[in-house]
């Protein structure tokens, strides 16, 4: 039972539009989201989170929206750049946050064409 | 400042083999927790140590156990391999500040023939 969701196994975006990826997830107890990227051959690398007690937080390029009631979040990139080309993973923890098991999507191939 | 560091980077075994991984962790950090990557699929929680000792566990089977070293390190084993477990392993650490990332090094890929 996948209690992340990430739908779309794929995104394609032309250099400097404005990337959405999309996250759900079924768990209520989920009070922490995070979003990774991942190139080829490397670890996951931390892009931002938000708390549940929060709706939007924004790390220049990067801005993550999170709408409890729906239980959907959704992480926005503007302006893409080549160099955004990666799998990006939504993952959710509960019970207080960071120093809890994570719990990943199938992620999200994301290709920023020049 | 060295980020998260695991060893080896591939590794190939057999069937009923034994394996050891390792990661050293952030410079700071205290928490050590292990993911299995299979292919096309996300990162599964194995477990999670903390003051030397296994603090939460994933559905993995007893197989799998690990240890966390005085400094922080920790070693993930691996008992009796099957096919299945081929994948990206994959070591995170973070500080005892709730709410601060965990962050990842860049994995070992077992494979099993």
């Known amino acids: 039972d996948q209690q992340v969701k990430q739908n779309s196994p794929s995104l394609s975006v032309q250099e400097g539009r404005i990337s959405i990826l999309n996250c759900d997830y079924t768990?209520?107890?989920?009070?922490?989201f995070l979003w990774y990227k991942k190139y080829p051959a490397e670890g996951p690398t931390f892009l931002i989170s938000?708390?549940?007690i929060k709706d939007k937080n924004e790390d220049g390029r990067f801005t993550v929206f999170l709408n409890k009631s729906a239980k959907h979040l959704s992480l926005h990139i503007v302006p893409s750049q080549p160099g955004d080309s990666a799998v990006y993973f939504c993952?959710?923890?509960?019970?207080?946050?960071?120093?809890?098991?994570?719990?990943w999507g199938l992620g999200t191939s994301l290709a920023v064409n020049p | 400042d060295a980020g998260v560091t695991q060893s080896p980077t591939h590794l190939i075994k057999t069937r009923g083999q034994q394996v050891t991984l390792r990661c050293s962790p952030k410079s700071g950090h205290d928490t050590v927790s292990w993911y299995q990557q299979a292919l096309g699929q996300g990162p599964q929680f194995i477990f999670q140590y903390y003051e030397e000792e296994e603090r939460q566990r994933g559905n993995f089977p007893d197989r799998f156990s690990g240890h966390q070293f005085p400094n922080y390190s920790s070693e993930l084993n691996v008992n009796a391999l099957l096919l299945g477990d081929s994948a990206l392993y994959l070591c995170?650490?973070?500080?005892?500040?709730?709410?601060?990332?965990?962050?990842f090094g860049d994995g070992t890929r077992l494979s099993i023939l």
């Open positions: 995170a650490s973070s500080g005892g500040i709730s709410n601060q990332p965990q962050h």
């Open positions: 768990n209520s107890m989920f009070d922490y």
């Open positions: 993952a959710a923890s509960g019970l207080g946050g960071n120093n809890r098991k994570l719990i």
């Open positions: 938000i708390s549940s």
